[in-house]
């Protein structure tokens, strides 16, 4: 849409530029107008001078004296060519006898110059007009003219009785070009300009057409008449995203197709699915197709999505097509969702869909589905731009689910664990599981982490009789920003290091032992202590309490929750780890106590500690260390 009101504007430029020029045409043309009147009056004014001059030389009566005296008739022939200039090509006088016919009286040519009383019959008719009213007026030669007459000046010697006798000065065509080439350097300049700008508004205006036609060929998809993703994304630009529904459409197996029939009838065949498409929308749906068989359908708000969505899958799941003499029918798998408030990125949209697509493939495909609430609340909280925003303004705090003692149910510590604040619902805290894989590696985890941190110590200055574990996974350990972070937090509040414990959550597998072991003494050379989290799951197993020392080894809740399907098989184990973080000095936390059944039997294999949702749910701190507030 930028390109389009560029050109726009480019366009109003130039025509702008082109009107201008013909302003200055008009300009120089009403100039040279203007010149030659001012030189035309001159002219009269010359005129008025030279016929008083031979009313004053004849006595008045110019015909009578001229006719009588001859040598005074040659006089005045050479002073009227003395009056002869670059502008005036001939000077005579002229009179007009009983018969009406012109006869010359003087004539300054010096070559060839018309006898006295020699007969004159003028083509214009001004001349009989300029003697019966006796006022002057220019006549133009035109193309029939004398030639070298640019234009012939009329003026009639008059008295009391009419008018005597006709001044007639021919103004020369050298030096009306002399007048006219006074501008002739602008006005060539402007010819030259003015066809410039008409050439380049050809050239643009070719250009854009072409360039039309080449955006044409990327906004609409010459197979289909669907529009393309050029299209979407310039689309959405000025539409808001949240304006519509969305609908996911990838036709079932369609490789089947291209292979039986061949790829032109495959084309033949998209195309008709295309078209049944589109009679099976909703007006004022928009149509995308994505890529090979995959359609992205925009639908305006306010329609029951649901109903459309089941109304397009059915119909087209009963659709016959006839290709190369055969009756053949497409089955496709749909993913539709209500775009929540405030959706601006359609590639957050697209993902959701596609996972949804990914689920319904992976169950067999030939079926559709709505995506719910759960979903949205995953778009918005793993939205980067979310992220950003809410540890810009620090919208981070930490719960505290306790760690009991498993027989006597006191709490011995406390395990933070981090969460979002809702930026609309600020009473809604956001699980980790939505932002931390976005943000892990980056910066904005980094800047996360230090937030946390800052929390931890806070609650450890405040509140002096407590402890607190906090997360770390492995890729924290090897990741040297983060490690200064925590070194400069420890060496910060060393006197409360000593009631910090670490829990190693491991996403990957240690490999270098050497290495970990290092960065586990340097955490424990503030007083800190390092757990094992989730010990029984992944990689963290028995070789880990070979190679690395530790304080504590919380048993994954997965082997915990089997005390109670198979206690058979999961107590011995149960009771061998217990007995091995004993051997080895370490604390034994059962994680994932979630009922008094499980909790029976974590008290019964006397594990030293307990932690979960039945004896305690993540709370702000104060919630247990001050119940009754």
């Not at 020369?172 to 010819?191: E, F, G, R």
């Not at 010459?222 to 299209?231: E, F, I, Q, V, Y």
Request: overall charge negative; proline content about 3%.
């Amino acid at each position: 849409m930028k390109a389009i009101n560029n050109t726009k504007y480019f366009f109003m430029i130039l025509a702008l530029l082109i009107g201008f020029g013909l302003y200055l045409q008009y300009s120089i043309e009403k100039s040279t107008k203007a010149l030659h009147a001012l030189e035309i009056s001159k002219a009269e004014q010359y005129a008025s001078r030279i016929a008083k001059y031979l009313e004053s030389e004849t006595n008045g009566d110019i015909k009578a004296y001229l006719q009588s005296h001859n040598a005074k008739r040659e006089t005045l022939n050479n002073i009227l060519h003395a009056f002869l200039t670059d502008e005036f090509r001939y000077i005579f006088l002229l009179t007009k006898d009983a018969e009406g016919h012109y006869r010359f009286l003087l004539d300054g040519s010096l070559k060839e110059p018309e006898e006295f009383n020699a007969l004159l019959f003028p083509k214009s008719p001004q001349f009989d007009e300029v003697y019966r009213s006796g006022k002057p007026q220019i006549v133009e030669q035109g193309e029939k003219g004398v030639e070298e007459v640019w234009r012939s000046l009329l003026y009639p010697v008059v008295d009391k009785n009419g008018t005597k006798a006709l001044l007639v000065m021919d103004l020369s065509q050298a030096y009306a070009s002399y007048l006219s080439h006074l501008n002739s350097p602008i006005s060539k300049t402007v010819t030259l300009m003015q066809i410039f700008l008409l050439l380049s508004l050809f050239f643009i205006g070719y250009t854009t057409y072409s360039f039309y036609k080449f955006r044409k060929n990327m906004m609409i998809d010459p197979l289909t008449n669907a529009a393309t993703k050029a299209w979407l994304h310039e689309y959405l630009r000025t539409h808001p995203l949240e304006d519509f529904d969305v609908v996911l459409i990838d036709i079932d197996e369609f490789k089947r197709i291209n292979q039986k029939f061949g790829y032109k009838h495959g084309d033949q065949l998209l195309k008709r699915y295309t078209q049944a498409l589109y009679e099976v929308m909703p007006p004022e749906t928009k149509v995308v197709r994505l890529g090979g068989t995959e359609f992205l359908l925009l639908i305006p708000k306010g329609s029951d999505l649901e109903r459309i969505l089941k109304k397009i899958f059915l119909t087209l799941r009963e659709k016959e097509f006839n290709i190369a003499n055969e009756t053949v029918c497409l089955s496709a798998s749909m993913a539709a969702m209500h775009t929540p408030e405030g959706a601006r990125s359609e590639e957050k949209i697209l993902r959701m869909l596609d996972e949804k697509m990914l689920e319904i493939k992976s169950r067999g495909k030939n079926a559709y589905a709505l995506i719910g609430e759960k979903h949205l609340d995953d778009l918005k909280y793993s939205d980067i731009e979310f992220i950003k925003q809410a540890l810009e303004e620090e919208r981070v705090t930490c719960l505290f689910q306790p760690i009991y003692k498993t027989q006597t149910k006191e709490i011995a510590k406390f395990e933070a664990l981090v969460r979002f604040i809702d930026d609309e619902d600020p009473s809604k805290l956001i699980s980790p599981f939505h932002f931390l894989p976005v943000i892990k590696g980056t910066s904005q985890y980094i800047k996360m982490s230090k937030l946390v941190l800052q929390e931890v110590f806070d609650t450890l200055q405040k509140h002096e009789d407590i402890e607190i574990s906090m997360n770390l996974d492995l890729t924290d350990l090897y990741h040297r920003d983060m490690m200064k972070l925590i070194s400069e937090a420890l060496h910060t509040h060393q006197s409360l290091a000593e009631r910090l414990t670490f829990e190693i959550v491991e996403d990957m597998e240690i490999k270098d032992y050497d290495k970990a072991a290092a960065i586990f003494q340097e955490l424990r050379a503030y007083g800190s202590k390092i757990a094992l989290d989730d010990f029984g799951s992944g990689y963290a197993n028995y070789t880990y309490l070979i190679k690395l020392d530790w304080d504590m080894i919380k048993i994954d809740g997965s082997i915990i929750k089997e005390l109670l399907e198979k206690p058979e098989r999961t107590e011995p184990i149960v009771q061998s780890i217990n007995e091995l973080g004993i051997y080895f000095n370490c604390s034994v936390v059962a994680e994932f106590v979630s009922n008094e059944e499980i909790y029976k039997k974590v008290k019964e294999i006397f594990i030293e500690y307990s932690q979960g949702y039945y004896l305690g749910e993540p709370k702000p701190i104060e919630a247990y260390l001050n119940p009754n507030r």
